[in-house]
């Protein structure tokens, strides 16, 4: 049974905190799904990934192509897993559900703590999977390096 790990941003761009996940999750092999809510905003953090850093490249591609099932990262707005991802990242509000989070090995919901729609949806989704009996923990960059502020 995995957890749903909360990432409440307010010092760092998504972007850059989902590059730093995406990093620890590939090097310790596990394939990922990044699940967002609006095509066009991932195609931009798809040439985002793209411009990295040269010594942290991220192997991962666009749904929608001839190799989805062969990609170790695939930024799509589905809800399908198709390519044996044992890590899904939501972004942007994306929905979670209870049984993905028992499924997967690692849930990570990235939200924005300076947008109120955001956060509150967050909080929305904390709720709801809490209620469903999922096993969750709140993140925070409040200090200025992560540090986890509750567990259920």
């Not at 409440?8 to 990093?23: D, F, I, S, V, W």
């Not at 939200?111 to 999922?134: C, I, M, T, V, Y």
Request: hydrophobic share 45%.
């Amino acid at each position: 049974m995995g957890t749903a790990l909360f990432y409440h941003l307010t010092r760092r761009p998504m972007e850059e905190t989902l590059a730093m996940l995406l990093g620890k999750a590939v090097a310790a092999e596990m394939r990922v799904v990044v699940r967002g809510t609006d095509l066009g905003r991932l195609g931009w953090l798809d040439e985002k990934l793209w411009l990295g850093a040269d010594d942290g490249f991220l192997p991962h591609g666009l749904a929608g192509g001839a190799h989805d099932a062969d990609q170790p990262v695939l930024l799509t707005t589905a809800q399908e897993t198709v390519n044996g991802a044992r890590c899904l990242m939501s972004i942007d509000g994306a929905p979670v559900e209870a049984e993905e989070v028992a499924a997967m090995e690692r849930v990570c919901v990235l939200f924005d703590g300076n947008d109120p729609a955001a956060l509150e949806h967050a909080r929305g989704q904390w709720k709801s999977l809490k209620d469903a009996g999922a096993s969750a923990q709140y993140w925070s960059e409040e200090s200025g390096r992560w540090e986890k502020k509750a567990e259920t």
